[in-house]
């Protein structure tokens, strides 16, 4: 009698495909265990190292430099955008191209300054190839890193930055329109949505809308400042 694997093969199936799992991101679940323990147990002193060494990804053989983040530790407010481009990769410091300067710009309008309470990461710390969108997998294995960061911070609020940066961190496949507006959370932090820069560089009429959110941020972070709670702190309140 033809077994399963006679049929699959008579159609040209095999071999058979199997889906890894997203955590696992097809490690031996050891390995992936041990991997996410030491991240999250990172101090600052060792974190840009330890990014520098990674291969969880097949992004390590095509980067330049990682680009682990930039700013105030610990940071009243943090911004997260998707990934190093080439400007990222050569430089290994977050949104210098022209986002960057648009992204310096609306820290401005805010009062607010790279590195002055202000911390910037993105969700891939290597930079994908010809700027295309970050794969699901990157993301994950990538998601300790930025999750280690979050609690190595404790800022006031997130603000992500486009659709790569909030499905990320809500785990929500959405679209930006849907999700600004209102306050979400990562873990116990208040988290804004917004469009990410280089999207506000193609649309100019939507800045407007990121004015609105960046608004909506400035209030929710006045708003803890009065009322400070678990997991807050003030620039140089380590
Ligand atoms: N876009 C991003 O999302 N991050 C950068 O660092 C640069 C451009």
């Not at 986002?99 to 310096?104: T, V």
């Not at 294995?141 to 280690?148: E, G, I, K, Q, S």
């Not at 917004?194 to 972070?221: F, S």
């Amino acid at each position: 009698m033809a077994t399963r694997d006679d049929v699959l093969k008579e159609l040209h199936l095999l071999p058979r495909w199997t889906l890894r799992s997203r955590s696992g991101l097809g490690m031996p679940e050891t390995t992936s265990a041990a991997r996410g323990a030491r991240i999250a147990a990172l101090e600052w002193p060792d974190f840009a190292a330890d990014v520098a060494a990674c291969t969880a990804c097949g992004l390590c053989r095509t980067r330049q430099r990682t680009v682990p983040g930039v700013g105030a530790t610990p940071a009243e407010w943090l911004f997260v955008g998707e990934a190093p481009g080439s400007e990222e990769d050569a430089q290994g410091e977050p949104f210098v191209g022209q986002a960057g300067r648009l992204l310096d710009s609306m820290l401005a309008a805010l009062g607010l300054a790279r590195g002055a309470g202000v911390y910037i990461a993105n969700v891939l710390k290597c930079r994908p190839p010809g700027n295309r969108t970050p794969e699901p997998l990157e993301a994950a294995a990538c998601l300790p890193y930025l999750d280690r960061q979050i609690g190595l911070l404790r800022p006031r609020l997130i603000v992500a930055l486009g659709k790569s940066a909030a499905t990320a961190l809500l785990d929500v496949d959405a679209t930006i329109a849907s999700l600004r507006g209102r306050i979400h959370r990562y873990r116990d932090v208040p988290l804004v949505v917004t469009y990410h820069p280089a999207y506000l560089l193609r649309n100019l009429p939507d800045k407007a809308k990121a004015w609105e959110d960046l608004l909506l941020a400035r209030r929710t972070v006045a708003k803890l400042r009065d009322a400070p709670g678990p997991g807050c702190s003030a620039p140089g309140s380590a």
